[in-house]
């Protein structure tokens, strides 16, 4: 109800959706964007636009991106990530024993280390995406990165 | 394009599963390599690269022929009667041993960088014995890691990656079931690694061998900690590193260059040998071993070469042609100015050397054989360029825990430029040769 508040309550359609209301239920869930409403973007909604992209800025923790950035400038490629993911050791067997995966990677690998320094390939793969539970919390790139060159976030 | 798995020799750690690509000229990508590494394969195009010989002619370094300055060299060797090899740890085990033959030819004084890195440990290790293990058995075996006045963070990267990281036959949890102390006086890298159950230590400068001391007073005699700590550290700390050393099934201490260099005197070591001993006897389902920290990336392969073919590991000193008992070190020769003229091989003692030592190598010729520009070869009277082994040429080399591995040939090197093994062989001939 929170967010009905703040569309234009007109029923217009123009987003695909029956009603306003529908629009708002989609919206919370994450389905759909505050731009997919069209009227909203007209001028004379402009302060209803802004009140909702602050109100949905709070609530929309669950749909942030996962973000995990390697400083260049820190990495001095030790490969320490690539051994500890779990993805990793998973997927790639010489992983296990500490030594670099084989190349061209495999499609779930997560970490390699490329020129010195160290790369991200296929962050949708990453546990904190994938998996369920306590294992969501996953977060050892970052706790064993010697040099505190990965920083795992989310925008 | 060709991937090709090849051993990087950019520290002394040699690790076997870099992945190089190159189209047979030059190498595009390097896999799995630490920055440390990567420079290594980055040297054969880089900037400091020494493509051409050079003479000193007027004050002057000019660009010259091969053969001139083979002869130069000739000329000065002629002239010298106690001439002084030193470096050879980045060199292949072949080329050492042709350093050691061109010494026996010339009558000098040949050593190698181990001399003020781990030369000393293997030297007392004579008189004691010593236990050593592979990184493998680390691999599959070790639950405890001890670095003493070490940084592997930042010295050798991909070390704690397959030590401590790793997951061995017998150590399947791996990062979990390894315990890490670390005893440095510095709050270094490493630190940043540490788990809930490891022990970090920072003792004050310069007070290792007091607490190598308290310690084997602590394992015969329980209780002899006095109460208020032995070089920083408090009575709890140290019983907790007891209680982890004695408590280990496979221990690993790796000493590193903060506990080699800190002290003149060898008690150090032999007191740290004898503390290993003590715990070793003590336990019961297991044993510590050592592994030494060396930098160069063939360090450890001075020592056998030297050993297995004259029966000394490092400082060689020749008298007509017989080697001869003495005590001098290369530090000794130079600070004694016991020397005529140097080869310098792969190292860059003007640089790493104090001022003072540095004055008095500078001030007689200098004959430079390496690869790369450095502060010696800018003074030097001859310059000779060499292939980098391990990239444009081959050779055998003993990695740090002393297991001998063959460096392969990737690329070519560039034209008229030949591996430091030919160029000694050449010195060696025209020596023998030409009157």
Redesign the interface.
């Known amino acids: 109800m929170e967010l009905y508040k703040f569309l234009p309550k007109t029923n217009c359609k123009k987003c695909g959706k029956p009603t306003c209301m529908a629009f708002a239920l989609d919206l919370l869930q994450g389905k759909v964007k505050i731009d997919d409403c069209p009227p909203l973007l007209e001028s004379k909604y402009k302060n209803k636009y802004d009140a909702l992209k602050d109100l949905l800025g709070s609530e929309e923790g669950k749909q942030k991106e996962l973000k995990i950035d390697v400083d260049e400038d820190l990495?001095?490629?030790?490969?320490?990530c690539?051994?500890?993911c779990p993805v990793n050791?998973r997927y790639c067997p010489?992983t296990?024993?500490?030594?670099?995966?084989?190349?061209p990677p495999e499609k779930h690998q997560l970490f390699?280390?490329?020129?010195?320094?160290c790369e991200l390939l296929a962050i949708k793969h990453c546990r904190r995406i994938e998996a369920e539970g306590r294992e969501r919390e996953c977060r050892v790139c970052e706790t064993?990165?010697?040099?505190?060159a990965i920083k795992i976030d989310y925008v | 394009m060709v991937?090709k798995r090849v051993i990087c020799a950019g520290c002394s750690l040699l690790?076997d599963?870099?992945?190089v690509r190159s189209d047979g000229l030059f190498i595009d990508?390097?896999?799995?390599?630490?920055?440390?590494?990567?420079?290594r394969f980055d040297q054969c195009m880089a900037k400091n690269r020494i493509i051409s010989p050079k003479i000193r002619e007027e004050g002057e370094l000019k660009n010259c022929s091969l053969e001139e300055a083979l002869e130069r060299v000739d000329q000065i060797l002629k002239r010298s009667s106690r001439p002084l090899l030193y470096g050879f740890s980045n060199s292949s085990c072949e080329a050492q041993l042709k350093g050691i033959e061109l010494a026996k030819r010339i009558n000098g004084f040949i050593d190698s960088n181990s001399i003020i890195c781990q030369g000393r440990i293997l030297n007392a290790s004579k008189k004691f014995g010593i236990t050593l293990t592979t990184i493998s058995e680390i691999?599959n075996k070790a639950d405890l890691l001890l670095f003493w006045g070490a940084n592997p963070?930042?010295s050798i990267?991909?070390l704690?990656?397959?030590?401590l990281?790793?997951?061995?036959k017998f150590r399947m949890t791996?990062?979990e079931i390894r315990t890490l102390i670390i005893i440095d006086p510095v709050k270094t890298?490493?630190f940043?690694?540490m788990g809930v159950r490891d022990v970090a230590l920072q003792i004050d400068p310069n007070k290792d061998i007091e607490l190598i001391r308290a310690l084997k007073e602590e394992c015969c005699l329980d209780g002899s900690i006095p109460p208020e700590g032995v070089a920083g550290l408090d009575k709890d700390d140290m019983k907790r590193l007891l209680l982890n050393l004695s408590g280990a099934e496979n221990g690993v201490v790796f000493v590193g260059q903060g506990l080699l260099k800190t002290q003149k005197d060898t008690n150090l070591i032999k007191e740290l040998l004898e503390l290993i001993e003590i715990i070793n006897e003590k336990q019961q389902k297991g044993r510590i071993s050592l592994v030494l920290m060396g930098g160069h990336y063939n360090m450890a392969g001075f020592e056998h070469v030297a050993l297995s073919n004259t029966g000394k590991n490092h400082s060689l000193q020749y008298v007509n042609g017989e080697l001869i008992d003495s005590e001098d070190t290369i530090v000794s020769k130079i600070n004694n100015e016991d020397f005529d003229c140097s080869i310098i091989i792969g190292t860059d003692p003007i640089s790493h050397l104090p001022s003072s030592l540095a004055r008095k190598l500078a001030s007689k010729p200098i004959i430079v054989i390496d690869n790369r520009k450095s502060a010696t070869s800018t003074i030097a009277n001859v310059v000779l360029p060499s292939a980098i082994t391990g990239i444009e040429c081959t050779g055998l080399v003993y990695r740090l825990d002393h297991v001998p591995l063959e460096l392969k040939k990737i690329i070519n090197p560039p034209s008229n430029v030949i591996s430091d093994k030919d160029l000694l062989e050449k010195i060696l001939y025209n020596f023998e040769t030409q009157f």
């Open positions: 990495c001095d490629g030790c490969g320490i690539v051994t500890v050791a010489p296990l024993s500490g030594k670099a995966p084989d190349y390699q280390v490329k020129g010195g320094k064993y990165c010697p040099r505190k | 991937s690790c599963d870099i992945i990508e390097v896999i799995g390599a630490c920055l440390k590494g990567k420079e691999i963070a930042e990267p991909r704690l990656n397959k030590v990281f790793s997951r061995g791996g990062r890298a490493s940043n690694t």
